[in-house]
C-alpha cells in the first residue's frame, strides 16, 4: 500500500497572476502591495550569489473541493503576507483536485503558519499543512516513513501528530479514510531516518487507546508485491470447500494430516455449530501443503466432489476474478466489434422473430434480442414475457453485412415507427464520448467569451449560422461550434418578429434554410407545402410590403415557418396556404402524417406540438428547453409526444443542464 503522505504532484511556485477570479480586489490589492515591498527590501538587501533561498511555500491538502482561493487567503494572510495562493483544479471540469499551494515572502511566515494552522478544520474537514517539496526524489526515497496500523477509530490526523511529534520533526502525517472513518492505519513521515528509528523503538507494540499498535517502516506497493510473489510460490495455508455438512473437524484433520505435520484446522460453522462446507489447514512445511493440493482436488469425499487449493486473501481473490472477468468480457467485445447492431425506437408488439425477420435481408443473423422488463411480465404472469423497453439489438455473421443493415434500416418505418439502427457500443465508450464532446464544447465556448466582450461594455450580437445580420443582405456567418443554442420557440397566438441572433422561425439551432443572395429559400413560386408565405406572393407585384420592417422576404410576421389562412385570402392561392398546415391545430401528431411532410417541415410540425407539453411544465424554460429537444432524432421526438414519463424525464434533465450552465456562468 502506498503512502498518501506526500503529493504525488509537483509544487509549482505559483506567480502573482495566480488566478484572481476568486479574490476580491482589496485582497489582490494586498498581494500587490506584500510583493511590491518584498521587491524593495530584496533590492536594498541583496542576497550573496552562493547562499541557496529556502523555499516558502506551503502544500496544503485534503481541502473540501469547495474551498478555492479567496477562502485560503482570508486564513493565511492572518499570519503574514502572502505571496500567491493556487488551489489546483482538473483541466477540464475546472473542479478542485483537493489541495493548494500557498506562497509566503519570506520561510518564517511559512513555519507561523505550518505550525499555527495545521489540522484547521476548512468546510468540515481538517487541512493537512506540509512543505512543499519541488523534488520528487526527495518524495519518493520513503527515508523518515512509517506505516501505523491497528489504531483506533478516534485517532485522527492531529491526534496522530501530537503522538508522534515527541520524537522528531514530522514533514506529514494522515490516516487514512474512507468516507470520514479511518481506515484504522496511517503514515508518519519524519525529517530524518533517527527519528523514525526512535518512534518505532519506544512505540511499536505499545497501547494507544487500549489498542496494540504496529509500527514500522513504511514499504513500498512494489516491495510488498513481490513479497506476496514469493509467498505466493511457498504457501502453507491451504483453504478446502464443497465439504459436507456433516463432516466434522477432526476428520477434516484426520485426512490431511497423512500429508505432513499440521499446525492448524478450522471448519467455519454458523451460530448453531453447523458446518459451513469450508475451512482451513495450515501445514509446517511448503511441500507438504502443495502435495496435499496435488492429491485432493477434484477428488471425491463422501460423495462431495472437493474443491482444495492455496488460501487466498479476499482482495487477492477479488483481484483475480475481476481481472477474468474484464477478460471475458474483452474477449466477448473483440468478437462480436463491428458486427453487432443497436435498435431503438421500436414497436411494442415487436418481437424477437419479427426483429429477424426485418434485418435477415441483409445477411446472415447470428442473434436478434428485443430487450424486455422481466420484473414487470413476472409479476402478472411467471411464464409471461414482460413489455418491450423500446430497444434491441441484432448480430450479424461479417462487419460488411451490419454495415449494409445499418446504412438501410437506419431512419425507415417500421411499424408505425422510425426506427435508430447503430453500431452497439459498450456503456463507458459511449459515456466517455459524451464527456470529450462537452469538455471540447465547453473549452470553445470559454475561448469564445473574452473575444466576444473585449469589444466594449456592451455584449456583442450573436450571429447564427446561416442568417444574415440586420438590413436583409449581407455576409452569411459561419456557424459557431461553441455557441450555446437558443431556439426562440413562442406559445401559439404569439407574434413571432425575426432579428438577428435568433434563428429562423420553423428551424431549430443549428438546423437553418440555405441562403441565396441574402433571402430565405421558399420566395420563389413553389408548391402549396412551400415556406415562409411564398404562396401570397404570387398575387402581389414585387417591391410591395411583405412583412415588419427589417424582416427578411418571404418571412412574414406570422407563426412558425409557414403561413396559416388568415381569412384574408390571395385569391386563387388561399387554399395552398392552408395544406401548409400539416401539424394542424390541436391535432395528433402521427409518424405518417410527419413522413409525408416536407423534410424542411418535420421539425417545426414536432415543435408545434411539443412546446405546449413544454411549456405546462416548465413556463420559464419552454423556449430553450423545446430548442434543445429538437435536436434529437424525429423518431425519438415522436416517442416523447407519445410517453409522459419519458418526456418527463427529459425535461427534468435539459432543466438540470440550463441550471448548471446558468450556474458555471455566474461564476
Given at each position: 500500500?502506498?503512502?498518501?503522505?506526500?503529493?504525488?504532484?509537483?509544487?509549482?511556485?505559483?506567480?502573482?497572476?495566480?488566478?484572481?477570479?476568486?479574490?476580491?480586489?482589496?485582497?489582490?490589492?494586498?498581494?500587490?502591495?506584500?510583493?511590491?515591498?518584498?521587491?524593495?527590501?530584496?533590492?536594498f538587501?541583496?542576497?550573496?550569489?552562493?547562499?541557496?533561498?529556502?523555499s516558502?511555500?506551503?502544500?496544503?491538502?485534503?481541502?473540501?473541493?469547495?474551498?478555492?482561493?479567496?477562502?485560503?487567503?482570508?486564513?493565511?494572510?492572518?499570519?503574514?503576507?502572502?505571496?500567491?495562493?493556487?488551489?489546483?483544479?482538473?483541466?477540464?471540469?475546472?473542479?478542485?483536485?483537493g489541495?493548494?499551494?500557498?506562497?509566503?515572502?519570506?520561510?518564517?511566515?511559512?513555519?507561523?503558519?505550518?505550525?499555527?494552522?495545521?489540522?484547521?478544520?476548512?468546510?468540515?474537514?481538517?487541512?493537512?499543512?506540509?512543505?512543499?517539496?519541488?523534488?520528487?526524489?526527495l518524495?519518493?526515497?520513503?527515508?523518515?516513513?512509517?506505516?501505523?496500523?491497528?489504531?483506533?477509530?478516534?485517532?485522527?490526523?492531529?491526534?496522530?501528530?501530537?503522538?508522534?511529534?515527541?520524537?522528531?520533526?514530522?514533514?506529514?502525517?494522515?490516516?487514512?479514510?474512507?468516507?470520514?472513518?479511518?481506515?484504522?492505519?496511517?503514515?508518519?513521515?519524519?525529517?530524518t531516518?533517527?527519528?523514525?528509528?526512535?518512534?518505532?523503538?519506544?512505540v511499536?507494540?505499545?497501547?494507544?487507546?487500549?489498542?496494540?499498535?504496529?509500527?514500522?517502516?513504511?514499504?513500498?506497493?512494489?516491495?510488498?508485491?513481490?513479497?506476496?510473489?514469493?509467498?505466493?510460490?511457498?504457501?502453507?495455508?491451504?483453504?478446502?470447500?464443497?465439504?459436507?455438512?456433516?463432516?466434522?473437524?477432526?476428520?477434516?484433520?484426520?485426512?490431511?494430516?497423512?500429508?505432513?505435520?499440521?499446525?492448524?484446522?478450522?471448519?467455519a460453522?454458523?451460530?448453531?455449530?453447523?458446518?459451513?462446507?469450508?475451512?482451513?489447514?495450515?501445514?509446517?512445511?511448503?511441500?507438504?501443503?502443495?502435495?496435499?493440493?496435488?492429491?485432493?482436488?477434484?477428488?471425491?469425499?463422501?460423495e462431495?466432489?472437493?474443491?482444495?487449493?492455496?488460501?487466498?486473501?479476499?482482495?487477492?481473490?477479488?483481484?483475480?476474478?475481476?481481472?477474468q472477468?474484464?477478460?471475458?468480457?474483452?474477449?466477448?467485445?473483440?468478437?462480436?466489434?463491428?458486427?453487432?447492431?443497436?435498435?431503438?425506437?421500436?414497436?411494442?408488439?415487436?418481437?424477437?422473430?419479427?426483429?429477424?425477420?426485418?434485418?435477415?435481408?441483409?445477411?446472415?443473423?447470428?442473434?436478434?434480442?428485443?430487450?424486455?422488463?422481466?420484473?414487470?411480465?413476472?409479476?402478472?404472469?411467471?411464464?409471461?414475457?414482460?413489455?418491450?423497453?423500446?430497444?434491441?439489438?441484432?448480430?450479424?455473421?461479417?462487419?460488411?453485412?451490419?454495415?449494409?443493415?445499418?446504412?438501410?434500416?437506419?431512419?425507415r418505418?417500421?411499424?408505425?415507427?422510425?426506427?435508430?439502427?447503430?453500431?452497439?457500443?459498450?456503456?463507458?465508450?459511449?459515456?466517455?464520448?459524451l464527456?470529450?464532446?462537452m469538455?471540447?464544447?465547453?473549452?470553445?465556448?470559454?475561448?469564445?467569451?473574452?473575444?466576444?466582450?473585449?469589444?466594449?461594455?456592451?455584449?456583442?450580437?450573436?450571429?447564427?449560422?446561416?442568417?444574415?445580420?440586420?438590413?436583409?443582405?449581407?455576409?452569411?456567418?459561419?456557424?459557431?461550434?461553441?455557441?450555446?443554442?437558443?431556439?426562440?420557440?413562442?406559445?401559439?397566438g404569439?407574434?413571432?418578429?425575426?432579428?438577428?441572433?435568433?434563428?429562423?422561425?420553423?428551424?431549430?439551432?443549428?438546423?437553418?434554410?440555405?441562403?441565396?443572395?441574402?433571402?430565405?429559400?421558399?420566395?420563389?413560386?413553389?408548391?402549396?407545402?412551400?415556406?415562409?408565405?411564398?404562396?401570397?406572393?404570387q398575387?402581389?407585384?414585387?417591391?410591395?410590403?411583405?412583412?415588419?420592417?427589417?424582416?427578411?422576404?418571404?418571412?412574414p410576421?406570422?407563426?412558425?415557418?409557414?403561413?396559416?389562412?388568415?381569412?384574408?385570402?390571395?385569391?386563387?392561392?388561399a387554399?395552398?396556404?392552408?395544406?401548409?398546415?400539416?401539424?394542424g391545430?390541436?391535432?395528433?401528431?402521427?409518424?405518417?402524417?410527419?413522413?409525408?411532410?416536407?423534410?424542411?417541415?418535420?421539425?417545426?410540425?414536432?415543435?408545434?406540438?411539443?412546446?405546449?407539453?413544454?411549456?405546462?411544465?416548465?413556463?420559464?424554460?419552454?423556449?430553450?428547453?423545446?430548442?434543445m429537444?429538437?435536436?434529437m432524432?424525429?423518431?425519438?421526438?415522436?416517442?416523447?409526444?407519445?410517453?409522459?414519463?419519458?418526456?418527463?424525464?427529459?425535461?427534468?434533465?435539459?432543466?438540470?443542464?440550463?441550471?448548471?450552465?446558468?450556474?458555471e456562468?455566474?461564476?
Amino acid at each position: 500500500m502506498s503512502s498518501p503522505v506526500v503529493p504525488a504532484e509537483a509544487a509549482p511556485i505559483v506567480t502573482s497572476g495566480a488566478p484572481a477570479n476568486h479574490l476580491s480586489l482589496e485582497q489582490q490589492q494586498q498581494i500587490a502591495a506584500a510583493q511590491a515591498q518584498a521587491a524593495q527590501a530584496a533590492h536594498f538587501a541583496p542576497v550573496p550569489a552562493a547562499a541557496p533561498t529556502a523555499s516558502a511555500s506551503l502544500y496544503i491538502g485534503e481541502l473540501d473541493p469547495s474551498v478555492n482561493e479567496a477562502m485560503l487567503f482570508e486564513m493565511f494572510n492572518s499570519v503574514g503576507p502572502v505571496a500567491s495562493i493556487r488551489v489546483c483544479r482538473d483541466a477540464v471540469t475546472r473542479r478542485s483536485l483537493g489541495y493548494a499551494y500557498v506562497n509566503f515572502h519570506n520561510v518564517a511566515d511559512g513555519e507561523r503558519a505550518l505550525e499555527s494552522l495545521n489540522y484547521t478544520v476548512l468546510k468540515g474537514r481538517a487541512c493537512r499543512i506540509m512543505w512543499s517539496q519541488r523534488d520528487p526524489a526527495l518524495r519518493k526515497t520513503g527515508t523518515g516513513n512509517i506505516f501505523i496500523k491497528n489504531l483506533d477509530p478516534t485517532i485522527d490526523n492531529k491526534a496522530l501528530h501530537d503522538t508522534f511529534s515527541a520524537f522528531g520533526n514530522i514533514l506529514s502525517c494522515k490516516v487514512a479514510t474512507e468516507d470520514g472513518v479511518s481506515k484504522g492505519y496511517g503514515f508518519v513521515h519524519y525529517e530524518t531516518h533517527e527519528a523514525a528509528e526512535n518512534a518505532i523503538k519506544h512505540v511499536n507494540g505499545m497501547l494507544l487507546n487500549d489498542k496494540k499498535v504496529f509500527v514500522g517502516h513504511h514499504i513500498s506497493k512494489k516491495e510488498r508485491q513481490s513479497k506476496v510473489e514469493e509467498m505466493k510460490a511457498k504457501f502453507t495455508n491451504v483453504y478446502i470447500k464443497n465439504l459436507d455438512p456433516e463432516v466434522s473437524q477432526d476428520e477434516v484433520e484426520a485426512l490431511f494430516a497423512k500429508y505432513g505435520p499440521i499446525t492448524s484446522c478450522v471448519v467455519a460453522s454458523d451460530d448453531s455449530g453447523r458446518s459451513k462446507g469450508f475451512g482451513f489447514i495450515n501445514f509446517e512445511n511448503h511441500e507438504d501443503a502443495q502435495r496435499a493440493v496435488d492429491e485432493l482436488h477434484d477428488s471425491d469425499y463422501k460423495e462431495k466432489k472437493l474443491f482444495v487449493t492455496r488460501a487466498q486473501k479476499k482482495n487477492e481473490r477479488e483481484e483475480e476474478l475481476k481481472k477474468q472477468y474484464e477478460q471475458q468480457k474483452m474477449e466477448k467485445l473483440s468478437k462480436y466489434q463491428g458486427v453487432n447492431l443497436y435498435i431503438k425506437n421500436l414497436d411494442d408488439d415487436i418481437d424477437d422473430e419479427r426483429l429477424r425477420q426485418e434485418f435477415s435481408v441483409y445477411g446472415v443473423i447470428t442473434s436478434a434480442k428485443v430487450m424486455r422488463d422481466d420484473k414487470l411480465g413476472a409479476e402478472e404472469d411467471e411464464s409471461a414475457k414482460g413489455p418491450s423497453k423500446g430497444f434491441g439489438f441484432v448480430c450479424f455473421s461479417s462487419p460488411d453485412e451490419a454495415t449494409k443493415a445499418v446504412t438501410e434500416m437506419n431512419g425507415r418505418m417500421l411499424g408505425t415507427k422510425p426506427i435508430y439502427v447503430a453500431l452497439a457500443q459498450r456503456k463507458e465508450v459511449r459515456k466517455s464520448q459524451l464527456e470529450a464532446q462537452m469538455a471540447q464544447r465547453s473549452q470553445l465556448r470559454m475561448q469564445q467569451i473574452p473575444g466576444q466582450m473585449g469589444g466594449g461594455m456592451y455584449p456583442p450580437q450573436l450571429f447564427y449560422p446561416g442568417f444574415p445580420p440586420q438590413g436583409g443582405r449581407g455576409m452569411v456567418y459561419p456557424g459557431q461550434p461553441g455557441m450555446m443554442p437558443r431556439p426562440r420557440w413562442v406559445a401559439p397566438g404569439q407574434p413571432q418578429q425575426m432579428h438577428p441572433g435568433a434563428p429562423m422561425p420553423g428551424y431549430p439551432m443549428g438546423q437553418f434554410p440555405p441562403m441565396g443572395q441574402g433571402r430565405p429559400r421558399g420566395t420563389g413560386p413553389r408548391s402549396g407545402s412551400q415556406r415562409g408565405g411564398a404562396a401570397g406572393q404570387q398575387g402581389r407585384p414585387q417591391g410591395s410590403p411583405q412583412g415588419p420592417a427589417g424582416a427578411p422576404r418571404g418571412a412574414p410576421g406570422g407563426r412558425g415557418g409557414y403561413t396559416r389562412n388568415t381569412g384574408q385570402g390571395r385569391g386563387a392561392n388561399a387554399p395552398a396556404a392552408q395544406t401548409a398546415t400539416p401539424a394542424g391545430d390541436g391535432n395528433v401528431l402521427t409518424a405518417a402524417s410527419l413522413a409525408a411532410a416536407d423534410p424542411d417541415q418535420q421539425k417545426q410540425m414536432v415543435g408545434e406540438h411539443l412546446y405546449p407539453k413544454i411549456a405546462a411544465r416548465q413556463p420559464d424554460f419552454a423556449g430553450k428547453i423545446t430548442g434543445m429537444l429538437l435536436e434529437m432524432d424525429n423518431g425519438e421526438l415522436l416517442h416523447l409526444l407519445e410517453d409522459t414519463e419519458a418526456l418527463d424525464a427529459k425535461v427534468e434533465e435539459a432543466v438540470a443542464v440550463l441550471k448548471a450552465h446558468e450556474a458555471e456562468a455566474e461564476k
